[in-house]
């Protein structure tokens, strides 16, 4: 399906969480990003993803086409469930423009960002608003 040329210049975010699915393994993750990142890459999406053993946060952004396609297929990734929009809004500009999908996850030199944004001693981006969860993704991108 081609893209609508009439609404190729409009960019959307969109953020949301959703709850990784028990089976979700190390591999399974690697397989997921690298799979995002050459996705991505070819539809002009950019964004960034945080992952922990049990949720996904994730901000995307591209062409308005292209992010509802994407969305349809999250949806129906088996690999997560409980997906909840936090966030979808027009664009002007990029945020994550450098990184068709960029990543990070929970360690100890990034353990105090994590406690900055959550309500709770664990992460959890359910307990996030939208501007919380973004704060959260731009400072740990920073490190």
Do not use: C
Request: aromatic share 10%; net charge neutral.
């Amino acid at each position: 399906m081609n893209q609508n040329s009439n609404d190729a210049h409009i960019l959307i975010s969109m953020t949301y969480a959703s709850r990784a699915h028990p089976d979700v393994s190390a591999k399974v993750f690697n397989e997921i990003l690298q799979q995002a990142q050459n996705n991505n890459a070819a539809n002009g999406i950019t964004g960034m993803l945080i992952f922990n053993k049990d949720y996904f946060l994730q901000t995307i952004e591209g062409p308005r086409a292209h992010i509802n396609r994407l969305l349809y297929g999250l949806i129906s990734d088996q690999r997560h469930y409980d997906l909840q929009l936090l966030e979808t809004r027009e664009i002007k500009h990029r945020g994550w423009a450098k990184w068709s999908m960029n990543y990070a996850s929970p360690t100890e030199k990034n353990a105090a960002v994590y406690l900055k944004y959550s309500t709770t001693v664990n992460f959890n981006p359910y307990l996030l608003n939208a501007e919380s969860a973004n704060e959260l993704m731009r400072e740990l991108s920073s490190l």
